[in-house]
């Protein structure tokens, strides 16, 4: 199956400072990737939807200025989290759709970050 | 706006014992019914999904449409069936993916 990484996997940031987390597609071309975030125990709750070129689309609720989202390539999208906060503690986990034929656009997802903002 | 509903957050078998894990949905159209399961340490990683009618790892899904339902289901548990399991749902042509919030099973030796 198809690999997507994500970098880091863990980080540790002061309050205050933007972290950057990579998600790359390591086989295969993503013209869409999302990003979720996934409190403790909890389930997968959308970001936004990044599609290569074009601005991300976020769900209600996520502050696009917060939470910045790049998708400059075909395999590598950034999430940026600027002026982090402890409550933006969790765990960023992103996926790639694969463009191929016949697979309706099965996702594959990255291992994770999880972000402690002290 | 569509929903997924997984009634369990904990289910306990023994292995051996037939094991389901229930998922509801809600959403007007003809949804497409996923199932991922996350194992300890692991990333999520697609298990089945209802257009595929398949049997992955003895397990099996079917959609009802008439009870909004798609509960996973396995015969006879193992005990590396151990993990966490979330149902999700796509609706129409947009790709994005609503998740349940997930049962984890624990199949006790």
């Known amino acids: 199956g198809a690999v997507v990484s994500q970098h880091p996997s863990w980080v540790i940031c002061k309050s205050g400072t933007s972290v950057k987390i990579e998600c790359r597609s390591l086989d295969f071309q993503a013209t869409t990737m999302f990003w979720y975030r996934q409190f403790p125990k909890q389930s997968l709750m959308l970001m936004a939807t990044?599609?290569?070129?074009?601005?991300?689309?976020?769900e209600q609720g996520v502050e696009k200025d917060k939470f910045l989202i790049n998708h400059a390539s075909l395999t590598l999208s950034t999430l940026t989290v600027t002026s982090a906060h402890p409550e933006d503690s969790s765990f960023y986990i992103c996926?790639?759709?694969?463009?191929?034929?016949?697979?309706?656009?099965?996702?594959?997802f990255g291992p994770g970050t999880r972000l402690t903002v002290t | 706006a569509q929903r997924v509903t997984q009634p369990e957050k904990l289910l306990s078998v023994f292995k051996g014992a037939p094991v389901e894990l229930k998922c509801n949905y809600s959403y007007s159209g003809s949804p497409e019914l996923f199932w991922y399961v996350q194992y300890s340490r692991q990333r999520l990683q697609l298990l089945l999904r209802?257009?595929s009618r398949e049997s992955i790892k003895g397990f099996t899904a079917d959609l009802n449409k008439g009870e909004t339902s798609f509960h996973l289901k396995k015969p006879f548990a193992q005990e590396e069936d151990s993990a966490m399991y979330y149902c999700?749902?796509?609706?129409?042509?947009?790709?994005?993916?609503?998740f349940g919030k997930g049962t984890l099973l624990t199949v006790n030796p």
């Open positions: 990044s599609n290569e070129g074009s601005k991300a689309t976020y």
């Open positions: 996926s790639s759709s694969n463009v191929g034929q016949g697979n309706s656009y099965e996702q594959y």
């Open positions: 999700a749902l796509r609706a129409g042509s947009n790709y994005k993916l609503t």
């Open positions: 209802h257009i």
